[in-house]
């Protein structure tokens, strides 16, 4: 059992906690007392709510006080959320706590998800400080950190835990995909999914994904937006100035699980090579900074940096409406002054703006204008801005 780092900020109030699956949302929430508990997994109690949302109602309403009511995996009868909203109105304190791994669905069922009545916290894999002693970087790297994988891999059971991986993919498409019918051409998906993670932690070329999975331009598109809302990666956009500039220019893709990310390349039995090592060191930190930003309620707004002629810096945490941090991440256990070409452009246009290397080092080291760290402490001083 891991205790997780949103276990003190759940609010006291309605909620949704959405995450992937598989990232321990059931075994958190059914920690909290609850007078109610709807478990939507199971094919029985998903069966009887979709032919009677109204019983929900019938079972609060008939509640002799008041406290929380569970509603495991919601997105399976979309139509519980209309009964939700009634009740939030007739039983004003009762406290309704809605877990679920895909908002899709919801938006389709339920286009207003509750009229902003109640609040939205994410789940994640687990992050660094939440699996404390039993880190293991390049076991991070090759596993990721969903709580049953990394369990089992702390017990050396690694076949087990690659097993796992697998089934995830499988299950994802099956379950996420092609019984929620989010596509309808699945084997047009399925070819998106390889190539989309071919190319993850890189800028993304719609025209030549599209070009490569054999799909339209605007189907790529709507195909990101299902991994974006079935919580399997989100976007990282380009710091530029004006909005509507930022959007036209091409995000970087992430996916939410390194372990999850190389069973759908289809490597999780090999040893990660040195250029992937150095990708999935960037997706992970990446992973940690936006966990960090989330569970603490730092609203940091997140950003890649590239210039015309192709310098980049891999993330900028832009805090109070000012770059706070500039990082590239580097999986290697010295740096020198090479690594630096990218950062050193940033600081011609922004001067003043505090420049790190995130890396696997054993101390701080200082680069010229730079501080290469490791990243538990590059974590902690972002925690503390």
Known sequence: MYRREIEGSLPKTSFFLFGPRQVGKSTLLKAEPSLLTVDLLDPDERLTYTKTPKLLADQVL???????????????????????????AERSKIRFIMSGSSARKLRRGASNLLGGRALYRTLHPLTMTEMGESFDLDKVMA???????????????????????????????????????????????????????????????????????????????????????????????????GVRKRMSQAPRFYFFDNGV?????????????????????????VQEVVRLNEYHRKDFKLYFWRTSHGAEVDLLVEHQGKIAFAIECKHKATVDRSDLSGLASLRETFPDVDCYIVAPVKHRQKVDFAKAVGPDELLKIIAGA
Request: aromatic share 12%.
């Open 261 to 285: 990310t190389r069973a759908l390349l289809g490597n999780v039995h090999g040893k990660p090579s040195p250029l992937e090592r150095g990708r999935l060191f960037e997706q992970w930190f």
């Open 62 to 88: 008939a509640l002799d006080e008041d406290g929380t009511v569970f509603i495991d995996e919601v997105q399976r009868v979309p139509a519980l959320l209309d009964v939700v909203q009634q009740l939030m």
């Open 143 to 241: 596993f990721g950190s969903l709580p049953p994988v990394w369990t089992r891999v702390t017990n050396q059971e690694h076949e087990l835990a690659r097993e796992l991986l697998k089934a995830y993919v499988t299950m994802y498409v099956a379950e996420e995909v092609q019984a929620e019918a989010l596509v309808r051409n699945l084997q047009g998906f399925q070819n998106f999914l390889d190539v989309a993670v071919a190319q993850f932690a890189e800028q993304v070329n719609f025209l030549g994904v599209s070009r490569d999975c054999h799909v339209s331009h605007p189907t790529v598109r709507d195909y990101y937006s299902i991994l974006e809302d079935t919580l399997l990666g989100f976007f990282l956009r380009p710091y530029v100035k």
